[in-house]
């Protein structure tokens, strides 16, 4: 089963002992019946009273706010302590890298950004957690990826359809490459113009896209900084919400993100993490995806009644239903939305608006991957 790795090789990085084993706390824990559970049900025959759920071989088992109930109060895990560390189910192992997605039938690995994730630049496969070849033979080694568990915890991915299913995976493992040279070496901006088919029209969209979000931020390109590498290394994991939207689009609704991110990075006095990155980057997906349509027409339209854009500010609902009027007419998404939005209408509005809208818009779907 062909796997892709939606993050740079050899740059996510964690220490375990720096963190207060916030995966342990809250947010479950399993494994495999057979191959894991059975033996710890062994060891431990309480915690098969804290089974949740079970999917075919799979099973979850409950943890509390405080810990696993195998977390010990030095934050360690119990089993790991009294027996070895292979004796823990893998999702335990593998983490925070257990994201599992499928593109057709490749199963894409992403991390989990409530791990403490530290940016490693330049790459340093090999000496790094995040290094692809070593999680791959983990998975493959401990045969976690059988066709139950991919087919029970593996969620399809929606994709656009201009591309198929093995076109799209070339495509995002060359975008995340191309990601991976420029880290260190070349800023977001310029980065997404190289992958861009239309450059030009990038740096147009994101002087337009800046106008229209009242934000600030110069539209040309910038000098290289420390958060062009933070942009680098979250963009190929936003990819797969994104799936949905042309290549261009995609391209734009990254763009957006960076808007986004270096407005908020200009406030704050704390420095910017992966964490802090890719909770902004996702947060703003709905804005993103709205705005990265461009002057592409929407075929889909938006799914919504009036309740769903009533905003309890009547200016701001009518400018939503005027945009809404000019969309439906054939016009693109950003003309529309300029020509309905009032000049006087504030940032935190315009922001509130792109997001309902984009909550709510309907790009698809187009193709949906297969089971393996």
């Known amino acids: 089963m062909p796997l892709f790795f939606a993050f740079p090789n050899g740059v996510y990085n964690y220490v375990c002992a720096e963190c207060t084993a916030l995966c342990c706390k809250g947010h479950g824990f399993g494994g495999s019946l057979e191959r894991e559970l059975r033996p710890l ?3 431990y025959p309480q915690i098969e009273s804290l089974v949740l759920a079970r999917d075919g071989d799979f099973v979850t088992l409950a943890t509390t706010a405080d810990g696993c109930a195998l977390l010990d109060t030095d934050n360690r895990c119990r089993i790991e302590k ?3 560390k292979s004796m823990k189910p893998t999702v ?3 983490f925070p890298f257990n994201v599992f997605r499928r593109i057709g039938k490749t199963v894409t690995v992403s991390p989990h950004f409530l791990c403490p994730l530290r ?5 340093r496969p090999g000496e790094v957690e995040g290094t692809h070849q070593a999680l791959e033979t983990q998975l493959r080694g401990d045969d976690v990826l059988t066709a139950e568990f991919i087919k029970t915890k593996a969620t399809p991915l929606m994709l656009h359809g201009e591309l198929d299913e093995a076109a799209t995976v070339e495509r995002e493992k060359n975008f995340r490459d191309l990601c991976s040279q420029s880290l260190g070496r070349q800023n977001f901006r310029d980065t997404l113009k190289s992958a861009s088919k239309a450059p030009q029209e990038l740096e147009r969209f994101a002087a337009r896209a800046a106008a229209l979000m009242r934000i600030n931020v110069p539209p040309r390109s910038r000098p290289y900084d420390e958060l062009d590498d933070l942009l680098l290394a979250v963009a190929s994991v936003q990819r797969l919400s994104l799936l949905l939207m042309s290549t261009e689009g995609m391209l734009r609704a990254l763009l957006i993100a960076e808007l986004v991110v270096r407005r908020a990075w200009s406030l704050t006095t704390v420095p910017l993490n992966l964490q802090g990155a890719m909770n902004l980057v996702s947060g703003f997906t709905a804005t993103g995806r709205l705005l990265g349509q461009a002057d592409e027409p929407l075929k889909r339209g938006i799914k919504s009644g009036k309740k769903d854009l009533t905003f309890q500010d009547p200016g701001l609902t009518f400018a939503a239903f005027i945009a809404l009027r000019e969309m439906a007419g054939g016009k693109g998404v950003m003309q529309s939305l300029e ?5 006087e209408m504030p940032a935190s509005d315009r922001s509130a ?4 809208l984009g909550t709510l818009l309907d790009t698809g779907p187009r193709l949906k991957g297969t089971s393996p």
């Open 41 to 43: 049900y062994v060891l």
């Open 82 to 84: 009294e027996h070895h």
């Open 92 to 94: 335990c192992n593998i």
């Open 119 to 123: 940016l490693v630049v330049p790459a």
């Open 339 to 343: 020509e309905a939005l009032p000049p």
């Open 353 to 356: 608006l792109f997001q309902k």
